[in-house]
């Protein structure tokens, strides 16, 4: 019996990214010729290692993915997209927006998508990193003027009492005529050879759909990441980030992507635009 190939993939420890893994991480498909080890680390970390070119498979930030697109192609499915919604700035009393040009706004890492919005809408934002689990306590104790929060914090943030100041997923989608905002994708690194990079990536499509087909059961896999939420609050929350979208760009989700750069290239946050190539 010949070796299966081991292919590590690298993701948040989130719900979320749980139940699109779901079917890989529980062997519901079948996977030969690859063996896959599953590598959990917050998105800051998983940022850092791709610069590196540590792992096969990692999910990233769209922010990180031009520093490391001579290593890693996009794969077509595993994106993460907020449709409407995405990171929030939040505050302990009622701000409009344009505090955020005045004060300090804790934000979850460099190179997240969600300081990239942030810094398109306001370039000059003042701003210190702390891990994106700090960045909600830190606002409810004053430690902090605003916080940008991620994942689960979008929708738990008003039981700690804290109010919206910004979600710039809404904002995003008024800017650009209806585009969602691209958070985060899946990228596979080219030196695994064009062959490997297409099996791969129909897998990784394979196990979504598994999922998505599957929901009482990958949902219920997806509970144990979800940091206290209760199973309809990380139900909703998985439904905002794994989706048709999240399956296949499709049209909307590319020329979203490509949006973004742009936009970033334009206020001088980027130097260049990366050349997008998805594996197909």
């Not at 996977?31 to 791709?50: R, Y």
């Not at 605003?146 to 910004?166: A, F, K, N, P, W």
């Amino acid at each position: 019996m010949s070796q299966k190939q081991l292919i590590r993939i690298a993701h948040s420890p989130d719900s979320d990214d749980a139940f699109m893994f779901y079917a890989l991480a529980k062997e519901r498909i079948d996977t030969n010729p690859f063996q896959f080890e599953h590598i959990l680390s917050d998105i800051q970390t998983l940022n850092q290692k791709a610069l590196d070119g540590i792992y096969e498979v990692s999910a990233i930030s769209m922010h990180a993915f031009p520093q490391v697109a001579h290593r890693y192609a996009l794969l077509k499915s595993g994106a993460s997209m907020g449709d409407g919604y995405g990171p929030m700035v939040i505050a302990r009393e009622a701000y409009t927006p344009d505090v955020i040009k005045e004060k300090t706004v804790a934000i979850p890492g460099l190179l997240t998508t969600a300081f990239l919005a942030l810094k398109i809408f306001e370039p000059k934002v003042k701003y210190q990193v702390m891990p994106f689990q700090e960045i909600l306590p830190a606002v409810q104790r004053g430690d902090v003027d605003l916080g940008l929060i991620i994942h689960e914090g979008q929708l738990t943030y008003g039981q700690s009492g804290l109010h919206l100041v910004l979600d710039l997923g809404v904002w995003w989608k008024e800017r650009t005529g209806g585009l969602p905002l691209p958070l985060g994708g899946n990228v596979i690194r080219k030196d695994l050879g064009e062959d490997t990079c297409r099996k791969v990536a129909r897998l990784i499509r394979d196990g979504i759909q598994h999922s998505l087909d599957h929901r009482p059961e990958a949902l219920d896999y997806a509970l144990s990441f979800a940091r206290g939420m209760d199973p309809k609050t990380a139900d909703k929350f998985v439904g905002m980030y794994v989706n048709d979208l999240t399956l296949d760009y499709g049209s909307r989700g590319e020329k979203a992507l490509h949006r973004l750069f742009d936009e970033a290239v334009e206020k001088g946050l980027l130097p260049k635009k990366p050349e997008i190539a998805f594996v197909e």
